[in-house]
């Protein structure tokens, strides 16, 4: 599994985009980074990314000033998301498997992470989603159509802005009665929180939790006691995104894990190709499924 050692870049990175999502001043760039690479230095890198993440971007939310530097970065996803909703509903529809379909868009959404390398472009996001339409997802997709004709009560933990306005029409095919939907407890890079989930009209057919951490993952140790319940009562997990991968993969519990593959490093784990598209189950569930 990833150490933190292997994110430094992306980390670095990150604390970069945030100083100039806060000020245009490159003498403020300069010296928030200067401290950024201090505090870097007093953590070992053999930390699991999700903690070192958490630690460095409340880090950098307290330097900023800025409760949440990612907030504006997020509304212009929701928004773009939103947009291209109409569209897709109706490729969903018209489908041959629009289950199926719609499970791969909400994999596609997954390119929209302002913690992985490259950059996020509306160019980017209609590519995923072309991806989407002509390739299958890479992993279990008859295992999965079999465990979610099954399953009453599904624990969906969404990761990013915008990517979750496509959750929102996979979930309209899961079946939004049996569906509950978690979102980190604070902010975080651009991962979803409460305000996210009601921007992608989600309010309107499922409820919302949150984690109670605000993690880039699920670490369960950090997370609230009421999310710890929702998830040991669920039948099925559905988990999107490279960071709930990173912190549940070998959880015992029915997990199943969407999302684009953004590193070698997952890659590997994932036997996937960099650029796939999985859909693949817990490795402590199939043990304990065998």
Known sequence: MKTSLDCLPCFVRQTLDAARMVSTDPAFHESFLREILARITEMSLDT???????ELHRRIRGLSGRGDPYREAKERQNLFALALMPGLREEISAAPDPLILAARLAAAGNVIDLGAPGAISETSVRESIAQAMTRPLVGEENGFREEILSAENILYLADNAGEIVMDRLFIE????SRVTVAVRGGPILNDATRADARAAGLAEI??????????PGTLLEDCSPEFLRRF???DLVLAKGQGNFETLAGHPKNIFF??????????AEAGAPVGAHVLIRSAGAQGRLA
């Open 48 to 54: 699991a990314p999700a903690v070192f993440g958490r």
């Open 173 to 176: 095919r899961l079946g939004p």
């Open 206 to 215: 499922v409820e919302i939790i949150d984690n109670g951490s605000d993690a």
């Open 232 to 234: 040991e009562a669920a």
């Open 258 to 267: 969407l999302f684009k593959v953004k590193c070698p490093v997952i890659a």
